[in-house]
Nanobody, 124 residues
Framework: QVYMVESGGGLVQAGGSLTLSCVVS????????MGWFRQPPGKEREFVAT????????SYAPSVDGRFTISRDNFKNTVHLRMNSLEPEDTAVYLC?????????????????WGQGTQVTVSS
């Protein structure tokens, strides 16, 4: 069984930073791409970032590109999302997800397992 535990969310002022982490167990973490998605209040889930199995290939949503950085540590089965220059529009529940293969994408269907999510609230 796959277990995923996210942490690092919280309340931050606009312009501040947070780092989210997601620890995964129950599968061979190093062979799967990982992704971060978010669900703002009253809106649908949206893609944030993805990193391939090796940690070298990364992709971001235009709204976060240049502000957020995704990374992974295959020795610790962990994926991180460093978020800088946070804006009130970044307020959402952030979820990590395990892709179905080596490479991720921005599509929900490409991910097999999802965490419970961690709340990020950015005040103006």
């Amino acid at each position: 069984q796959v277990y995923m535990v996210e942490s690092g969310g919280g309340l931050v002022q606009a312009g501040g930073s947070l780092t989210l982490s997601c620890v995964v167990s129950g599968l061979d973490f190093s062979t799967y791409a990982m992704g971060w998605f978010r669900q703002p209040p009253g809106k649908e889930r949206e893609f944030v970032a993805t990193v391939d199995w090796s940690g070298h290939a990364k992709s971001y949503a235009p709204s976060v590109d240049g502000r957020f950085t995704i990374s992974r540590d295959n020795f610790k089965n962990t994926v991180h999302l460093r978020m800088n220059s946070l804006e009130p529009e970044d307020t959402a529940v952030y979820l990590c997800a395990v892709a179905r293969g080596h490479f991720g994408s921005d599509g929900h269907d490409e991910y097999a397992y999802w965490g419970q999510g961690t709340q990020v609230t950015v005040s103006s």
